[in-house]
């Protein structure tokens, strides 16, 4: 099972700290997760406006448990590779597929304790959509809405996530044409 996925994390630094994570599957399934214990001292102005602003509940907003309870869930980055890890159990095999996933990976692999640590099911070289983009010949900065047909609201990480699985979607069928 092929698995989108993406992270909001408090800055493109070394020591940075997960904020949220999402992931699509191929058939439809999605994870969204906010954390809590994430680096406070890290968060900046841009980060309140870009992505605390667009997360499903803000700081300070008393979680809802029945919010979206298919998919959302909020808690500490031991909370949520517990969860993570058993709604990665559903598929055999699965391969993840990010977007400039340098972050991303490190941050997927940081939850569960390191990379020796992930799921066995879950392949342990994980693929991006830049690369795609640049194989087919198409610049990889470009929008990703515009390319695959979509709004909504960017630095969410299940929109994101989305526009990743949209991506890959349109890349691969444009090769059958």
Known sequence: MRVFFDTEFTGLRQDTSLISIALESEDGKQFL??????????????????VFANLQEPP????????????YHKGNKSEIADLLRKWLSQWDKVEMWSDCLAYDWVLFNDLFGGAFEIPENVYYI???????FWVKG????????????????????????????????????????
């Open 126 to 132: 994980p693929f991006d959509i830049c690369t795609l």
């Open 60 to 71: 300070g907003v008393p979680h809802n448990p029945l919010l979206r309870p298919d998919y």
């Open 138 to 177: 198409i610049d990889p900065d470009i929008n990703r809405e515009e390319f695959a047909g979509g709004d909504g609201v960017k630095h969410n990480a299940l929109h994101d996530a989305k526009m990743i699985k949209a991506c890959f979607e349109r890349l691969m069928s444009e090769g059958d044409e």
């Open 33 to 50: 997760a906010e954390l809590t214990d994430y680096k406070e001292e890290q968060v900046d102005e841009w980060l309140q406006v870009n």
